[in-house]
């Protein structure tokens, strides 16, 4: 018999992918208006916070849900070597997306590694770690779609050849920057 809590939790993640399929998730949402709850971000910004939990979720769902996910398939693999992993790859990066705003994502998260503490056998967990890691992707796909790629980027273009001849009177030689820093740039 499949542990209640999985099948439950698998479920909730099932109707969840559908409804964000082509919904905006409501945290993602409150995320890029910086409407999350407490303010996250420094500096009475928050255009940080939005591009560092795009990078946080993807490494979550390609790396830690990926990851967890073929332990959990492969029988080299103990239950204890999976909460181990699971241990190394899933809270640090799902407690930050919680401070950033998405606090559903970190819920279903939560859940699923106290499932991987309590479970004795690795097939209670397939089926929702496949969920889970469908569901991080997919958020993933709208924290990265709305992210706000040219409010940051603007500075940092790339400059004309006539530009840079420019700027070029204000670089400073590698003997002048060695007064500076006396330490070998080599």
């Given at each position: 018999?499949?542990?209640?809590?999985?099948?439950?939790?698998?479920k909730?993640l099932?109707a969840?992918?559908k409804?964000?399929?082509?919904?905006?998730?409501?945290?993602?949402?409150?995320m890029?208006t910086g409407l999350?709850?407490?303010?996250a971000?420094s500096?009475?910004q928050?255009?940080?916070?939005h591009l560092?939990a795009?990078?946080?979720?993807?490494?979550?769902?390609y790396l830690g849900?990926?990851?967890?996910?073929?332990?959990?398939?492969d029988?080299k693999?103990?239950?204890?070597?999976?909460?181990?992993?699971?241990?190394?790859?899933?809270?640090f990066g799902?407690?930050f997306?919680?401070?950033?705003?998405?606090k559903t994502?970190?819920?279903y998260?939560?859940?699923?590694?106290?499932?991987i503490?309590e479970?004795?056998k690795?097939?209670?967990?397939?089926?929702v770690?496949?969920?889970?890691?469908?569901?991080?992707n997919?958020?993933?796909a709208w924290t990265?779609?709305?992210?706000?790629?040219?409010?940051?980027?603007?500075?940092?273009m790339f400059k004309?050849?006539e530009e840079?001849?420019?700027l070029?009177?204000y670089f400073?030689?590698?003997?002048?920057?060695?007064?500076d820093y006396p330490y070998d740039r080599?």
């Amino acid at each position: 018999m499949m542990n209640a809590k999985a099948v439950e939790l698998n479920k909730e993640l099932i109707a969840e992918i559908k409804e964000i399929t082509l919904n905006e998730p409501i945290d993602v949402k409150r995320m890029r208006t910086g409407l999350m709850d407490p303010p996250a971000g420094s500096w009475n910004q928050y255009f940080t916070t939005h591009l560092f939990a795009d990078g946080e979720i993807r490494a979550l769902g390609y790396l830690g849900m990926t990851t967890v996910d073929h332990c959990l398939r492969d029988d080299k693999f103990t239950m204890e070597q999976v909460r181990i992993v699971a241990g190394f790859l899933l809270p640090f990066g799902g407690e930050f997306l919680a401070y950033a705003g998405l606090k559903t994502l970190w819920g279903y998260l939560k859940r699923f590694i106290d499932l991987i503490n309590e479970c004795d056998k690795k097939e209670d967990l397939i089926e929702v770690c496949r969920s889970l890691m469908i569901y991080v992707n997919y958020t993933h796909a709208w924290t990265h779609l709305y992210a706000p790629w040219g409010a940051g980027g603007t500075a940092f273009m790339f400059k004309s050849s006539e530009e840079m001849e420019e700027l070029q009177k204000y670089f400073k030689s590698e003997e002048e920057l060695k007064k500076d820093y006396p330490y070998d740039r080599n």
